[in-house]
């Protein structure tokens, strides 16, 4: 009985191949006879997107593009980067995992189930992809500002990879989106009849990290210095504890989301003139990020000359009860203990505005998701107290961010140094038009990726990570300093990661967890030649098939002459 060969694989559905190349893929028949330039392609796409409405049907359009013809969907991706990432990623994919159960149409990832603890590994057997460098792992129970969707937040592994393909180049088959289905506190789920997780209540803090202990195990087995990216968990901070000196990992809502306004940071704190020993940062919400951010400021102050107790000074955080103090009388979390403040003098300040006035801040920190949080009369006194006040309403989507930009440049008389976590249009002040920075993630979390996969890192370092934020600092071109930028045009995302990979890389080497040893002996220039020429490239994939088929015919010729010639002197 004859084996069938293996189905074609998604790539292989590409209009843009040559007759001869839909042969060898087994596709011919299966796709129009039209072979397509990919600027047709493209240009099809374009039109596609530009017919639907609603941002969650282009994103279901952008996911059955990936699903069918994934070489076409980077190549679309690629090359408009800023109008497609917020189709992919967020804002659209809060809406999306919201209505994930309902709108199911086919796998796009992996998921793991309480039930299958004990025989985790048989699970990950099932995966298609042999060679997988990284993976994005969520519980779903944190998803963004929406809070728990159980496994609905697949969307979020889906996305995240998505962006570490588009803009770091890692193949598309070297990721896995993962989902734990750990049960989920959200009974408007359990009592969803199209909700897809298991109805359950979500297993105890002990009983999760049983649970993930046989999966990172499970996960290193399998693919031994697996890149493990932890996103979404409603408490992120155990398992980066745990498994971050153990295992290659870390977590981007503590780590990527600290290093990027980081990066944005240093570039403020230059342009603003003022010294490190002088800045005075209020940050609204003082939950797991908030506080991750806050540490990642601290590293850079006292790099900057100051101790860490000078460093940690600085800082003065807020959450629902007030200003985070000693004596407020609550049992603080933990993680905020750290910034707790001592010099209140026995005064509880209960609201932002009453802090703000305390403290005069020369930076004003958004992470709250509260909307209109920076009210236009605090934003009108950070304009009177600095000459230039540093505002980075952090929080998204746009409708959760503390303040928009226009309102900042309004309020300061156009002399804020602004970063936003959503996007917001540009604003005409004064007859200057003035463009917002985006404080994204995705300007440092695929370069971390890359260069911790190039390196081949055991750990992951808070040397590497505060490396991405220098990197990205020092990534900015000329214009865009001179125009008071704090970020790179997000266009060249794909330059600004190989300037991130390459600050990981040199981080891992000097800290002594980089196993490819041969990269010490490269100066910068070919290290960037050699990060570059390992990055997948969905424009040369084509290219590269055709090439690969007309070598294999080629070869077969020559084994038929060869035989042939055989045949003949056998005869003589």
Same mark, same amino acid.
């Given at each position: 009985m004859s084996t069938l060969p293996p189905p074609p694989a998604t790539g292989d559905y590409d209009t843009s191949h040559s007759i001869a190349v839909r042969k060898y893929n087994r596709t011919y028949g299966l796709l129009p006879p039209a072979v397509e330039s990919t600027d047709v392609q493209i240009a099809k796409c374009l039109k596609q997107l530009a017919q639907k409405e609603k941002s969650i049907d282009k994103y279901l359009y952008l996911s059955g593009l990936r699903n069918t013809n994934v070489h076409l969907f980077y190549r679309l991706v690629t090359e408009h980067i800023k109008d497609i990432a917020p189709l992919i990623y967020t804002p659209t994919v809060g809406e999306a995992c919201i209505q994930w159960s309902h709108n199911y149409v086919q796998p796009e990832g992996l998921y793991i189930s309480y039930s299958d603890r004990g025989h985790i590994p048989s699970v990950l057997q099932n995966w298609p992809e042999r060679n997988v460098e990284i993976t994005v792992v969520t519980d779903g129970s944190r998803?963004?500002?929406? #809070?728990?969707?159980?496994?609905?937040? %697949?969307?979020?592994?889906?996305?995240?990879?998505?962006?570490?393909?588009?803009?770091? #180049?890692?193949?598309? &088959?070297?990721?896995?989106?993962?989902?734990?289905?750990?049960?989920?506190?959200?009974? /408007?789920?359990?009592?969803?009849?199209?909700? %897809?997780? /298991? @109805?359950?209540?979500?297993?105890?803090?002990?009983?999760?990290?049983?649970?993930?202990?046989?999966? %990172?195990?499970?996960?290193?087995?399998? $693919?031994?210095?697996?890149?493990?990216?932890?996103?979404?968990? @409603?408490?992120?901070?155990?398992?980066?504890?745990?498994?971050?000196? &153990?295992?290659?990992?870390?977590?981007?809502?503590?780590? #990527?989301?600290?290093?990027?306004?980081?990066?944005?940071?240093? /570039?403020?704190?230059?342009?603003?003139?003022?010294?490190?020993?002088?800045?005075?940062?209020?940050?609204?919400?003082?939950?797991?990020?908030?506080? #991750?951010?806050?540490?990642?400021?601290?590293?850079?102050?006292?790099?900057?000359?100051?101790? &860490?107790?000078?460093?940690?000074?600085?800082? $003065?955080?807020?959450?629902?009860?007030?200003l985070v103090t000693n004596d407020r009388g609550d049992k603080l979390a933990d993680h905020k203990v750290y910034f707790s403040r001592d010099d209140n003098k026995g005064r509880q300040y209960k609201t932002l505005e009453q802090v703000v006035d305390f403290v005069k801040p020369t930076i004003l920190m958004g992470l709250s998701t509260i909307g209109g949080a920076f009210t236009p009369q605090i934003l009108t006194k950070m304009g009177q107290w600095n000459k230039h006040p540093i505002i980075f309403p952090l929080s998204n989507p746009s409708a959760n961010s503390e303040c928009t930009f226009e309102e900042s440049i309004k309020y300061t008389d156009g002399r804020a140094l602004f970063a936003s976590g959503s996007p917001f249009d540009p604003f005409e002040h004064k007859g200057k038009l003035q463009t917002p920075g985006q404080g994204n993630n995705m300007y440092v979390f695929p370069g971390i990726g890359l260069g911790t996969i190039l390196s081949k890192a055991t750990i992951v370092t808070q040397s590497m990570i505060y490396a991405s934020a220098l990197a990205l600092s020092k990534s900015l071109t000329g214009p865009e300093e001179s125009q008071g930028w704090l970020y790179p045009e997000i266009a060249r995302i794909r330059d600004v990661s190989v300037v991130v990979a390459m600050g990981v890389i040199r981080a891992a080497e000097e800290a002594g967890v980089a196993r490819e040893t041969h990269l010490k002996s490269l100066d910068d220039e070919e290290l960037e030649k050699w990060v570059r020429a390992k990055m997948y490239e969905p424009h040369k994939e084509t290219a590269r098939i055709e090439d690969e088929v007309r070598g294999m015919l080629t070869d077969l010729s020559k084994t038929y002459e060869i035989q042939a010639n055989g045949v003949k002197d056998s005869h003589l």
């Amino acid at each position: 009985m004859s084996t069938l060969p293996p189905p074609p694989a998604t790539g292989d559905y590409d209009t843009s191949h040559s007759i001869a190349v839909r042969k060898y893929n087994r596709t011919y028949g299966l796709l129009p006879p039209a072979v397509e330039s990919t600027d047709v392609q493209i240009a099809k796409c374009l039109k596609q997107l530009a017919q639907k409405e609603k941002s969650i049907d282009k994103y279901l359009y952008l996911s059955g593009l990936r699903n069918t013809n994934v070489h076409l969907f980077y190549r679309l991706v690629t090359e408009h980067i800023k109008d497609i990432a917020p189709l992919i990623y967020t804002p659209t994919v809060g809406e999306a995992c919201i209505q994930w159960s309902h709108n199911y149409v086919q796998p796009e990832g992996l998921y793991i189930s309480y039930s299958d603890r004990g025989h985790i590994p048989s699970v990950l057997q099932n995966w298609p992809e042999r060679n997988v460098e990284i993976t994005v792992v969520t519980d779903g129970s944190r998803i963004l500002g929406l #809070g728990d969707l159980g496994i609905n937040g %697949m969307g979020i592994p889906v996305g995240k990879l998505a962006l570490y393909t588009s803009c770091a #180049g890692i193949r598309p &088959e070297a990721t896995l989106p993962l989902m734990l289905d750990l049960g989920t506190g959200n009974q /408007s789920l359990i009592d969803d009849i199209f909700y %897809m997780g /298991s @109805k359950r209540p979500k297993v105890s803090p002990k009983e999760e990290l049983e649970f993930m202990n046989e999966l %990172m195990i499970a996960l290193n087995e399998k $693919w031994p210095g697996i890149v493990v990216q932890f996103e979404d968990f @409603k408490n992120p901070f155990p398992a980066l504890e745990k498994y971050g000196p &153990e295992y290659t990992c870390f977590n981007d809502d503590i780590q #990527g989301t600290g290093a990027v306004v980081l990066g944005g940071i240093i /570039s403020a704190v230059k342009q603003s003139g003022m010294h490190a020993k002088d800045q005075r940062a209020v940050f609204l919400g003082a939950g797991s990020a908030g506080v #991750g951010v806050a540490k990642q400021i601290v590293e850079f102050f006292i790099r900057e000359g100051l101790t &860490e107790d000078e460093a940690r000074r600085c800082f $003065w955080l807020v959450d629902s009860k007030g200003l985070v103090t000693n004596d407020r009388g609550d049992k603080l979390a933990d993680h905020k203990v750290y910034f707790s403040r001592d010099d209140n003098k026995g005064r509880q300040y209960k609201t932002l505005e009453q802090v703000v006035d305390f403290v005069k801040p020369t930076i004003l920190m958004g992470l709250s998701t509260i909307g209109g949080a920076f009210t236009p009369q605090i934003l009108t006194k950070m304009g009177q107290w600095n000459k230039h006040p540093i505002i980075f309403p952090l929080s998204n989507p746009s409708a959760n961010s503390e303040c928009t930009f226009e309102e900042s440049i309004k309020y300061t008389d156009g002399r804020a140094l602004f970063a936003s976590g959503s996007p917001f249009d540009p604003f005409e002040h004064k007859g200057k038009l003035q463009t917002p920075g985006q404080g994204n993630n995705m300007y440092v979390f695929p370069g971390i990726g890359l260069g911790t996969i190039l390196s081949k890192a055991t750990i992951v370092t808070q040397s590497m990570i505060y490396a991405s934020a220098l990197a990205l600092s020092k990534s900015l071109t000329g214009p865009e300093e001179s125009q008071g930028w704090l970020y790179p045009e997000i266009a060249r995302i794909r330059d600004v990661s190989v300037v991130v990979a390459m600050g990981v890389i040199r981080a891992a080497e000097e800290a002594g967890v980089a196993r490819e040893t041969h990269l010490k002996s490269l100066d910068d220039e070919e290290l960037e030649k050699w990060v570059r020429a390992k990055m997948y490239e969905p424009h040369k994939e084509t290219a590269r098939i055709e090439d690969e088929v007309r070598g294999m015919l080629t070869d077969l010729s020559k084994t038929y002459e060869i035989q042939a010639n055989g045949v003949k002197d056998s005869h003589l």
